[in-house]
């Protein structure tokens, strides 16, 4: 890699998204700043998991992956444990990346990409307040009166994003009428590899294993539909215990012995696809440009994802080239676009079929779910073939040799 800047890339927003897209930008040779609105980084919620690709990421753009969460193999089940689907991974990949799919917690992953940053690339208490996109470069505004100019400007803000109203005006967020709470605990001893996605006929009990700091634990989370008017429940703890009657006593153990402190809730939003992403200098990158329900368990690995492809499509070109820089920005997002609408369109649709159809439909669902391999095929199925498709893409991407010999 030359030693040379090859330019400068402002990213607003330091989630996962965005920290991925600065790391491997600077990899590559960029002068990258990221911006961030608050005083300081704290992980927007608590329990997360990830797939093979993200991982994959991760490693070759300099995040520590060590010991960063618990193998799990992943099953759907009925209420009382039924079997109804399985995701197998190819057993190579199980072994790359120590068990294929892991569970963390948000603040672990947070942590290990902001140990990886240089000094000096985070900025923080940076609301962004103005975007002018100057032709041959990009005037942001803060709050605070400061001013930055950048060839590249990437949107991480999240699904309020400012970036994506300044681009594309304001757009309703899908409110999918669901929440989630979720709760975790440490152990003594290592946890069985076992995840388990659960439903009776009208709520979703499920729970992963869990790796931080060392310490072995579970993460479980209680998922059901729900009415944004009303107050949420009061006592969170009594709520999932409620919701949890009938299912394997695996999982109300697990909820019976989770701290109250260590429980949150939050209701699940996302937007249809966005048709497009990208204008001028400026694009977007994670949640402001594809908010993804929980039910993919894949929000934060295709933000991950989309910092990487952004890089290695922006070093192809030279940023001084204005139309270049437009046709890197959108080859960008043709490749990301089939990707993540699938993930985001097909969570969306899950919800809707576990918990919005209506009652008198939920009996036949499920007894297709018990009694045909119609979940293997949609789900069990499909996700590896999906997952086998992203790690190969990464593994082709012509940058990837010059990331990984960074050292």
Known sequence: MSNAIKGTIAIVGAGPGGMAAALAAIRLGFQVVLFER??????????????????????????????????????????????????????????????????????????RMLDALPPGVLRLGHNLTSIQDEGRQVRLKFANGQEFVADILVGAD???????????????????????????????????????????????????PIRHEGKWGYEWWVLEACDPDQ????????????????FTRKVRELIDATPVAHLQRWEIRDRPPLK???KGRVTLVGDAAHPTSPYAAYGAGMSIEDGYFLARELDAVSLDDTAAVRGALQRFEDRRKPHTAQV??????????????????????????????????????????????????????????????VP
């Open 38 to 111: 608050a005083a300081e980084i704290k992980a927007a919620g608590n329990i997360l998991n990830l797939w093979p690709p993200p991982q994959k990421i991760l490693k070759l753009i300099g995040v520590d992956t060590d010991d960063l969460g618990a193998p799990c193999q992943t099953f759907f089940e009925r209420y009382d444990g039924k079997q109804r689907a399985e995701v197998v991974l190819p057993d190579a990949v199980v072994s790359e990346y120590g068990g294929g799919f892991i569970g963390l917690l948000r603040w672990g992953l947070y942590k």
């Open 276 to 278: 497009q992403w990208s």
């Open 231 to 246: 107050p949420p429940p009061a006592d969170l703890l009594a709520f999932s215990r409620e919701r949890a009657a009938g």
């Open 344 to 405: 985001s369109q097909g969570a969306f649709h899950t919800g809707r079929m576990f918990h919005h159809m209506p009652k008198l439909l939920r009996p036949l669902r499920d007894w297709v779910f018990d009694n045909t391999p119609l979940l293997q095929k949609f789900v069990g199925d499909a996700m590896p073939g999906h997952i086998l498709s992203q790690l190969a893409e990464i593994e082709d991407a012509p940058p990837f040799r010059r990331i990984k010999a």
């Open 158 to 208: 999240g699904i309020n994003s400012f970036v994506r109203k300044q681009l594309w005006g304001e757009e309703p967020i899908r409110h999918q009428r669901l929440h989630l709470v979720g709760g975790y605990l440490f152990l003594n001893s290592a946890p069985e590899g076992k995840g388990v996605i659960a439903h009776n006929r009208t709520t979703q009990v499920s729970y992963t």
